[in-house]
């Protein structure tokens, strides 16, 4: 979706580790242009306003302003990003150029509305399958989002993704036949009462209680007595 957002950017001479470092340390992360036919171009912009974009209702579909100091301005999105793997923060992103004039592929999160009756009467359980479809359309006619009235579904009864109302000029890239939630019956295990356990046949020749070796004082003298005599040990004589 285009808005009317405009984030500032300014074009970086050169490119390496030390320079992204520079980059962070001012306040900045770098960041590459790209698309549209022409030459990528390295690029610093904000953290902070990327990021407010990327958590808005449209995230990654949102088509904003990039106003590179002393040269061009671009519609553009963003297509990809690395973040810190501790502190979760942006650390570079990858910005294309966006011509409002041709259709794009994206993918629109899917939200669910209403209780089925297969869960509210029948006591079954809504399972969403699918939490997004692609679609190609026009720069400005990417929803936000697309809402699936899921009220009638029974216990077995599923929805697909033909079943998603479409406007405009925008197509299904996803399989129509892709189901998106279905309501399926809750399964209960049920535990074997104290009567079913007894009633277990015992298996033939198999000991009805593991049997426990004991040890102690009269097994080590057991063992003393069988302890077979030396050879050539002198017996002793009988009084």
Known sequence: MKTDITVAAEARATRGKNEARRTRRAGMIPAVLYGAYQDPVPVAVNPQQISQILHSKTGHNTIFNLSIQGAETSAVMVVD?????I?????HVDLKRIDLTKRLRVAVPINTHGEPKGVKQQGGLLELITREIEIECLPDEIPEQFT??????????STRASDI?????IKLVSSPDSVLAHVITIKVVAEPTPAEVAAVPVAEGAPAEPEVIKKGKKEEEGAVEAKPEAKGEAKPKKK
């Open 148 to 157: 699936l009235d899921v009220g009638e579904l029974l216990i077995g009864q």
């Open 87 to 91: 502190k979760g923060h942006l650390l």
């Open 81 to 85: 990003g690395q973040h810190d793997p």
């Open 165 to 169: 109302p479409l406007t405009g000029s």
